[in-house]
């Protein structure tokens, strides 16, 4: 876009847009690209509706200028919001949901400037939809990334994870501290190079869901990954990286599950293949237990589908998944407290924790995918399943919602008593999602997401996704669109519909976080940061000590390597990320947001 206003083609735009707006004369100088407008940076599909918000209230009108032809082909009055965002201030809305002609636009509003290009067409978000689940493969331990596969960002294999040591708080009688174990594959959890189960779990549940709820779309994911040439979905190809390295994880001896697998201390910011630090595996737990049970129990049952492919692989996570529920219930609470353990044993462990105290959720969740997958009751009468009306969002610490999903998605498959518990569950996640609704049109932004600063913490990217992935499911139940297009509001938001203007993925959009919290990202010498990974977002707790441009929840992010609080990537925000562009794309005609 820096390129757009030139020469000739300037002077006969100003002179169109001055008459056509019935403006004054515009002063050249005083035209530029203005990031005081906020909008979906990719675009949007032709029946969709269409906002952009401008950080501004000394401007009325605005227009939609094609970009070849510099024509204005709507223009519309701006009205400002009901209510102010979260600095005190009322934003300008531009609505222009009306307009449907596919094509390239610019946004431009007289006295302030233009914006960055977009697009209105059929699968708008195509090019996202893949490159967040191809994400994934960049996050790939123990394998190459071939220029084939990887384009501009390839690199040697790291960490080879063949030569794992038991670490003394993993200890057993059986395999004594420092007996050698192998664990390749699985994902780089973050910007880190470590893999923590805990955060694998909710990961590979979400992506697993992604395929059970729309398994014809996804089947058609071509991602150019190393696997795309057999018979099996690229996408489940890209999990099985990682789950071949969580069945990796349990103790045959027990079935116990190992929290994580980690150097002692954090790497630097260095290509993988640099680091030569021992790795460990580190003291069993009951959430990362539970939480491989229940992955391992929902990849049986969809694996099940490729058993002429991947010939006993579904029995293999079968097994998995009922010798680690037999661990768990004879140790319902062994949490993983890391100061506790570095207090005991030799070498301390300083990276991620994943702690947790509470595994409720996670009893509730293994207990419903093993159900859903063997229709043995034993396990969904093991525990309460409805202890309480609460609703919350998936997050690593707590999984319980990633249950309810399952059940929903296989209600006909259920019983006479588990059809009535999914009947109070979709009337709690209605009730939930109503909740989201109310009051967001009124909004400075037009989004779910930011209604509160409650929203803001670590990671709150994840929560704006998340929430999408609760309305879709409401929409799901429902077929009411109002929850789609509310869904689709809070990715307009991850694509700078907010009080930043970043969008907060790599490589899609115009304004791009540069500099992620991301090792390869950091250390490979390529400009741009590896593509389609989506950073934690706005955070006013400064965890790790960064300044930030501001301390207003929404607007309290910083595009610095060194900003971890706000600046990293980490696969369980990317996952709901996949979840959410693939789910709204799968649906784009369904809901007729594109033209048949």
């Not at 403006?23 to 407008?37: D, G, K, P, W």
């Not at 040697?156 to 390749?184: M, Q, R």
């Amino acid at each position: 876009m820096s390129f757009f206003f030139k020469s000739l083609s300037l002077y006969f735009f100003l002179t169109f847009i001055c008459a056509s707006l019935n403006a004054q004369q515009v002063n050249l100088n005083n035209l530029f690209l203005s990031e005081n407008i906020r909008f979906n940076q990719l675009g949007f599909y032709p029946n969709a509706q269409k906002i952009a918000v401008i950080t501004s209230d000394s401007v009325s009108k605005f227009a939609i200028v094609t970009v070849k032809e510099n024509r204005i082909v709507f223009t519309g009055i701006l009205k400002a919001s009901t209510n102010v965002a979260l600095n005190g201030k009322k934003t300008l809305i531009a609505n222009f949901s009306e307009f449907k002609m596919p094509g390239d636009y610019i946004i431009y509003i007289q006295n302030m400037g233009y914006s960055y290009q977009f697009s209105i067409k059929n699968d708008v978000f195509a090019g996202l939809a893949k490159g967040s689940i191809k994400a994934f493969y960049y996050q790939r331990a123990s394998i190459a990334l071939p220029q084939k596969y990887a384009g501009q960002w390839p690199r040697n294999a790291g960490h080879p994870d063949n030569e794992v040591l038991i670490h003394p708080s993993a200890a057993t009688k059986e395999k004594p501290f420092g007996t050698i174990i192998s664990a390749p594959r699985g994902w780089y959890d973050a910007g880190d190079y470590n893999k923590y189960i805990v955060n694998s779990g909710i990961t590979t549940a979400t992506l697993l869901s992604l395929y059970e709820d729309f398994p014809s779309y996804v089947k058609n994911i071509n991602l150019n990954i190393p696997e795309s040439s057999n018979k099996i979905p690229d996408e489940l190809d890209e999990i099985l990286w990682n789950i071949r390295w969580m069945l990796c994880m349990q103790d045959q001896e027990d079935g116990g599950v190992y929290n994580k697998l980690t150097n002692a201390f954090f790497d630097g910011m260095v290509m993988p293949e640099i680091t030569k630090l021992p790795r460990y595996v580190v003291q069993k737990g009951t959430s990362a237990t539970l939480d491989f049970a229940a992955v391992t129990a929902q990849a049986s049952r969809i694996f099940k589908n490729y058993d002429k492919q991947l010939p006993g692989l579904s029995d293999s996570c079968l097994n998995a998944a009922n010798k680690a529920w037999e661990w768990a219930l004879k140790n319902p609470n062994m949490a993983y407290d890391q100061n506790l353990m570095n207090n005991n044993y030799e070498p301390k462990i300083t990276t991620g924790g994943y702690g947790d105290r509470n595994f409720t959720d996670e009893f509730i969740w293994a207990a419903i995918e093993l159900y859903i997958t063997t229709k043995n009751e034993k396990y969904y009468n093991a525990v309460n399943i409805l202890p309480d009306e609460q609703m919350p969002l998936p997050s690593w610490n707590n999984v319980r919602l990633l249950g309810y999903y399952s059940l929903l998605r296989n209600e006909v498959s259920l019983k006479n008593n588990q059809k009535n518990d999914t009947q109070t569950i979709k009337s709690r996640l209605l009730k939930m999602a109503n909740d989201f609704i109310e009051g967001s049109s009124s909004t400075a932004y037009q989004t779910v997401m930011g209604k509160t600063d409650r929203d803001f913490g670590w990671g709150s990217n994840a929560n704006a996704a998340n929430q999408g992935i609760a309305l879709i499911q409401a929409y799901q139940i429902t077929k009411d669109k109002k929850y789609l297009d509310h869904a689709l509001s809070n990715l307009d938001y991850l694509l700078g519909r907010n009080a930043t203007g970043f969008s907060y993925i790599t490589g899609f959009g115009s304004k791009t976080p540069m500099f992620p919290h991301h090792r390869p990202s950091a250390a490979d010498r390529v400009k741009e940061p590896v593509p389609g990974f989506l950073v934690g977002g706005p955070n006013p707790g400064k965890q790790d000590g960064v300044v930030l441009p501001s301390t207003v929840a929404d607007e309290a992010y910083t595009d610095s390597m060194n900003s971890y609080a706000a600046n990293e990537i980490a696969i369980n925000w990317n996952a709901p990320l996949a979840y959410l562009v693939n789910a709204i794309q799968a649906l784009q005609y369904e809901s007729d947001y594109s033209k048949n």
